[in-house]
């Protein structure tokens, strides 16, 4: 029998809520009668590993003993408990612990061990049953509360929970982003800016950077030493055809020997939170910016890091604000989510705990705020959990979070569910999980959609400054103009690709001053008033050298201007007739919608919500904006008619053929189309 081999996380930004199997010496000592000395020594190995948690590779050892000794019932109990920790296998675990059945009342733990088996395979009612009877036993044998007493409380409460919520599902589809995302080791916390353009994500396996680390044993539980991979950043880019990623690569400069873990990027892509653990048992929080196509030396967060764990957090869109996670001392829970704010010295101060709303006396971890600003998911173990972390939304109304409430499954199960992260349209979500069927130890899925029920309202700038038609770095300032002035931040275009990205939110009106040195400011203005759904508009900000500006100057618009009297010449109700749906290969539609000697005088605000314009100034120097990419000229011509409505005038349809301008009459004329 072949295993993949898997092994349980047990420190760092992941966190996990262990069960600790409940095997005592008399098990062992028993599960050693009729074994050669072969077996006893892979006994021995196994009990190793059983007692150092790491289950999943025990396993494999004790189903090698019981090929062997098929009626050796306290192996099949052992293996039975390994299984449970097993997603793809977990099925097999009840009937492996079944078979010492009669004898439970001599085994310690036994009914806590099958009632945990139970409740990994779905069997909710066993599992309670058997919590019970296992917490009567516990009670029986002290007047004291014990941590294994609270242990099995939980889980029978959290039994009780998941029947009460068992017919509550979501209407998504979870699927596995599989290769080459995921892989045979861990991946987890999928980062992505609001347009999805990559993704960067936590990686723990055979390619990080610092191998192998050690972890020392707990003496209170009789544990040793166990090896596991540190933590490593890692990217993926996402390919033009929103469906494929590229291979992942480590983000070398980011990473070290020890533990580096990227927790959050900003919603503009330019702003990294990272954890490091720096060996100290705790671990700290750092930012890294994007510069061209570097990520900088991570810095250390001065205010919000103490000498407790702090391991998570996100930005929140357009405020100088962060939501971390700390087990700093105060908190309501052993892990709390807090609110930091950017002070003027760069350092984190008027630090608030969310409260009780939000934080539980359980764990509460993964922070996420959507790119509007109005949603936060998070992770938790708490009372309404169905397993292990699962994920939570919370909504802002009034300028306060609301009570939050669980995803419900199939986002959540009865694993691990963390890092949920959502694209700034809502139409998608990324995030971790334990699942059967999995590439490796933890996978990172693919939500559709991400924001279930009332869609995200949105504007998202896609933006691009240019010298002379080449990329430029930028200081791009945005304000609100209804709202008093309240909206206000400060970005930069990137200096190798000249892009900057920017969400604003809806009912406002909003001022883009561009600011490039020895160049006079450009502003434009955008509306947002009445938008009720997620836009994108490309907003695209040129400046020009004297000497550019004369060779413009020099030119006319007489080839745009023929071009517009000659389509509105043109016969196109005949020829749609004939040819409105025909599909010829190399032969694309486009709908211009302007050609400009001085392009600062396009009216973005006329295209907000419409497909994406493609702006390209050509030989001549006159900048055209144009839209679609169609098959058919029906499909190019129904975009035509509601540019035309939103008073762009001189909008009209032109062919690419083999990557060719080519005007309607000449499709005719070259028998292109017949």
């Known amino acids: 029998m072949q295993f993949k081999k898997k092994i349980l996380l047990f420190l760092s930004v992941i966190s996990i809520n262990v069960f600790i199997a409940q095997v005592n010496v008399f098990v062992f000592e028993s599960a050693k009668f009729g074994l050669n000395p072969p077996d006893l020594l892979k006994l021995e190995k196994a009990k190793i590993k059983f007692e150092q948690n790491l289950y999943l590779e025990a396993l494999p050892v004790f189903d090698s003993i019981l090929e062997k000794n098929k009626n050796q019932n306290y192996i099949s109990y052992l293996l039975g408990i390994c299984y449970s920790y ?32 139970f409740e990994k395979n779905d069997s909710i009612d066993a599992a309670i049953e058997n919590y019970k009877i296992a917490l009567n036993i516990e009670e029986k044998k002290t007047i004291k509360e014990t941590k294994l007493i609270r242990d099995i409380s939980f889980r029978l409460m959290r039994c009780e929970k998941i029947n009460e919520n068992k017919f509550k599902k979501n209407n998504v589809v979870v699927k596995n982003l599989g290769k080459p995302i995921n892989s045979s080791g861990s991946e987890y916390c999928p980062l992505i800016p609001s347009d999805e353009s990559f993704m960067i994500f936590t ?83 750092f930012i890294s910016r994007l510069i061209g196509n570097k990520w900088t030396s991570p810095v250390y967060q001065v205010g919000i890091n103490t000498n407790a764990w702090e391991g998570s957090a996100c930005f929140i869109p357009n405020q100088n604000k962060i939501i971390f996670a700390s087990e700093k001392k105060g908190g309501l829970g ?28 359980y764990d509460e971890d993964a922070p996420f705020v959507t790119a509007d600003g109005k949603t936060l998911f998070f992770s938790s173990n708490n009372s ?40 700034g349209d809502g139409k998608k979500a990324y ?101 009720d759904s997620f836009m994108v508009i490309n907003l695209y900000a ?38 409105g749906t025909a599909r010829i290969e190399g032969l694309f539609y486009k709908v211009q919608i302007g050609a400009y000697k001085l392009y600062e005088n396009f009216n973005y605000n006329n295209v907000i919500g419409m497909p994406k314009i493609i702006r390209q100034t050509d030989n001549d120097y ?53």
């Open 86 to 117: 097993d997603v793809d296998s977990s099925h097999k675990a009840i009937r492996y612990i079944l078979k010492l059945k009669n004898d439970a009342y001599t085994i310690d733990g036994y009914n806590y061990n099958l009632a945990f088996a």
């Open 203 to 285: 990686y723990r396996g055979p390619r990080s950077k610092g191998g192998k680390q050690v972890v020392k044993g707990d003496k209170i539980s009789n544990t040793d030493n166990v090896e596991l991979f540190h933590e490593d950043i890692f990217i993926s880019k996402k390919l033009k055809n929103d469906t494929t990623w590229t291979e992942p690569k480590p983000i070398d400069n980011l990473n070290t020997n020890l533990h580096d873990a990227a927790v959050s990027v900003s919603a503009d892509g330019t702003q990294l939170i990272i954890y490091k653990n720096m060996g100290g048992g705790n671990g700290d929080l």
């Open 334 to 361: 052993k892990r709390d989510l807090y609110e930091a704010e950017k002070l003027k010295d760069n350092t984190w101060g008027n630090i608030k705990n969310l409260g009780p709303v939000i934080n539980t006396k």
């Open 384 to 423: 309404n959990s169905i397993g292990g972390y699962d994920v939570f939304r919370s909504d802002k109304k009034n300028g306060k979070w609301q009570k939050p409430y669980n995803l419900g499954q199939p986002i959540n199960t009865k694993d691990e569910d963390k890092f949920y992260t959502v694209r």
């Open 431 to 531: 995030y971790s999980s334990f699942k059967q069927g999995g590439k490796g130890q933890q996978d990172i899925y693919k939500v559709e959609p991400g924001m279930p029920g009332k869609p995200i309202s949105l504007l998202q700038v896609d933006g691009l400054v240019l010298i002379d038609g080449k990329p430029v770095q930028a200081d791009i300032e945005i304000g609100s103009i209804l709202k008093n002035r309240k909206f206000k931040t400060t970005i930069s275009s990137n200096n190798l690709t000249g892009n900057f990205l920017a969400n604003l939110p809806v009912d406002d009106e909003y001022e883009i001053v561009i600011k490039v040195s020895q160049f006079p400011q450009q502003v434009v203005e955008l509306n947002t008033v009445g938008i």
């Open 542 to 579: 040129d400046f020009t050298s004297p000497e550019y500006d004369k060779k413009i100057q020099e030119l006319n618009l007489s080839v745009d201007e023929i071009s517009k009297l000659s389509f509105d010449r043109f016969d196109k109700k005949s020829y749609s007739n004939k040819f």
């Open 622 to 674: 006159i900048t055209r904006f144009s839209m679609g990419n169609y098959e058919t000229f029906n499909e190019a011509q129904e975009l035509l008619e509601k540019v035309l409505q939103n008073n762009i005038k001189d909008a009209f349809i032109y062919a690419v053929y083999n990557g060719e301008k080519k005007f309607l009459h000449q499709l005719l004329e070259e028998k292109i189309v017949k």
